[in-house]
């Protein structure tokens, strides 16, 4: 007997093969030569811990090796039948055709005063009209929200209200609780949006809140997909809780950093920072209710929190290239384990490429193989490495039963 394909896996799972290479396609393997005649009792217990355990079916040896495990086979009751564990083994091996779970993304869209005062060369031709941050933003989300959609569940939450009254004003960092429900069609998402040639944006930067918003949902999704926010902004977060003016408006809100970074480490939730036109260097305060401070280093320190690297979008070019680059990290590589492998080793095939090993958690980002999602009862895997990649580029996968077969 042997093993069709090698196998990296737990010791419970090591315990399911030695069971497994232990019966026979055709009926029970007795597990001892004191065996009777009658159909009396047969060896019990039999037990694989480090070691070989040899069996005998028709004259045939079986040699099942099993590390770190212990596999107790029952007897069978006395009167001769075949008990449930020994019922013929299917048609092996069996495959199952699988694609991705879709990623659940959440896009923070920044509606700020400075969204519409502020303009950009979004097309650096210093010969054409200079655009506001928030045309430009508008019309780039117009063509990528489709590319997004068609392979993540979306929502979006816009901030602060459009409809927020300007600083000195408390109202200037309301958010609504309104916006499009997961699922929203990439139309549903632009609608829910001011038009491109909107103007008279008056509210400040409650990025915070509008994180809080969304994220309240992702945790009645996860663990089950990959879950990412994408911040599209033009500047630092403020509007913290608790807070009056001046100090809503000219303090950074430091709370956020600290929900990016928990959400990331202990709820596997990437977040995605796109600055729109932020300078280096501090700047802030006044009329326009900015925080005063250094904004493009506080946002990459939001990216990095959040797992990521900010990127720099000063002009519609560079916008393009971020929403790309995103756009393809919010791609799942999580595939739902078929009900019918529950328990049983697997291989995955994706394209010519095949998947045998299951991978540590904190080894998955760098190396080949897979790992299990916590939470799921071993019921969704994640790619690792460059199996991820090649599952982001072929779109599907196939689950393939690793068999134990005679020969």
Known sequence: MRTSGAVHRSPRHAARVAALALTSACGPVVGSADSSSDGGSHSTGTSATSSSTSASASGASVDVTVSDAEVDVDSGPDDGSIPDFWEPIPECPRRFDATP????????????????????????????????????????????????????????????????????????????????????????????????????????????RAYELATFDIWSFSPVPQTHVVLVTDGAPNCSEGTMPPEIFDEVDAGLLADVESLNDDDDVTTHVVAIDVPSGPSGGGVEGDAIAD??????????????????????????????????????????????????????????????????????????????????????????GGACESLRAVGSASFVEICVIAE
């Open 295 to 384: 904004h493009h280093a506080t946002l990459a320190a939001l990216a990095e929190a959040g797992g990521t690297t900010i990127y720099d979008a000063a002009d519609a070019s560079a916008l393009d290239v971020a929403m790309a680059a995103i756009r393809d990290a919010t791609q799942s590589c999580r595939l739902s384990v078929p009900s019918e492998l529950a328990g049983w080793p697997f291989q995955i095939e994706i394209g010519n490429e095949r998947v045998y090993y299951e991978v540590p958690p904190e080894l998955c980002a760098d190396n080949w193989g897979y790992m299990f999602v916590g939470g799921t009862d071993e019921a969704v895997i994640e790619m690792c």
């Open 101 to 208: 779970i879709p990623s659940q993304v959440w896009f923070l869209v920044d509606v700020s005063q400075t969204m519409t005062t502020r303009l950009v060369d979004h097309d650096l031709d210093a010969d054409t009209p200079e655009v506001t941050r928030w045309s430009m933003v508008a019309n780039n989300l117009a063509e990528w929200l489709p590319t997004f959609t068609t392979q993540s569940t979306m929502s979006m939450v816009a901030f602060p209200s459009v409809d927020a009254e300007p600083p000195p004003s408390p109202s200037a960092c309301d958010v609504t609780t309104r916006h499009p429900l997961f699922a929203a069609t990439a139309d549903e998402l632009l609608a829910y949006l001011p038009a491109p040639d909107a103007d008279g944006f008056a509210g400040a930067t409650p990025t915070g």
